[in-house]
């Protein structure tokens, strides 16, 4: 089983619509991420959460919110969709100490019509 | 300008040719260096991770960081089919936030 799971992989919305993209882990790491990837630009943050009650925005935090339900899930949301956040969206985790690997899921395509 | 800029491809090269993936960066509290590798529809995966300057090799493959340059690459040798992907390098400052910042990507094509 992955160690890093997202649900749904690939969803269609229409604009201003709410939509919920979920995160779980089994690694047992304390931090998780929200990016988005669009052609050309990387990836970029969204969201990050060192536990359940320490919630940081990232570069591009507007028209998005997350919820860190239990140290294995953290969500992210896109309270009115717009199609400029047609994107592939990542979760990814990372244990405590200073080696920086992060571990990524398999991502969500997500078009917003 | 971006913290981080990745040369852009897309690359095309000859099965076992050496292939040469670059990017240079801005800040100067960066301390370590990662390579990602990314399949088509996956999530990256850690290729290559590097702790200030120096090189580390890895089989087929060796991470540089020049610090003094702002410079870092990734250099695969005798390079395969399976090596075709997008590559991404990552940089992060010494702190325990984890958070790194990534470069733009590059694509590879390794042709057979």
């Known amino acids: 089983d992955a160690d890093v799971t997202q649900t749904p992989r690939n969803r269609i919305t229409k604009t201003g619509k709410r939509i919920m993209l979920e995160c779980s882990q089994t690694k047992g790491h304390d931090r998780m991420y929200w990016y988005r990837q669009d052609p050309g630009l990387g990836l970029r943050l969204i969201y990050y959460?060192?536990?359940?009650?320490?919630?940081n925005k990232g570069e591009i935090s507007d028209g998005y919110s997350v919820s860190r339900q239990a140290q294995a899930k953290f969500s992210l949301s896109l309270e009115s969709a717009i199609p400029n956040q047609t994107a592939l969206y990542f979760c990814?985790?990372?244990?405590?100490?200073?080696?920086?690997?992060?571990?990524f899921g398999p991502g969500t395509r997500l078009t917003v019509l | 300008q971006k913290e981080v800029e990745q040369d852009p491809g897309p690359l095309s090269v000859p099965e076992g040719a050496i292939v040469s993936l670059n990017c240079t960066y801005s800040?100067?509290?960066?301390?370590?260096f990662m390579w990602y590798r990314q399949y088509s529809r996956k999530g990256p995966e850690l290729l290559m991770y590097?702790?200030?300057?120096g090189n580390k090799e890895d089989g087929r493959f060796t991470a540089q960081v020049d610090k003094s340059s702002k410079y870092i690459s990734l250099f695969i040798r005798d390079s395969q089919p399976s090596d075709s992907a997008t590559y991404l390098c990552?940089?992060?400052?010494?702190?325990?936030?984890?958070?790194?910042?990534f470069g733009d990507g590059t694509t590879l094509t390794v042709k057979p």
């Open positions: 990814a985790t990372r244990g405590q100490g200073l080696h920086n690997e992060q571990f």
């Open positions: 990552a940089m992060s400052a010494n702190t325990n936030a984890g958070k790194s910042t």
């Open positions: 959460s060192f536990d359940v009650k320490d919630i």
């Open positions: 800040n100067s509290a960066f301390q370590y």
């Open positions: 590097t702790y200030s300057s």
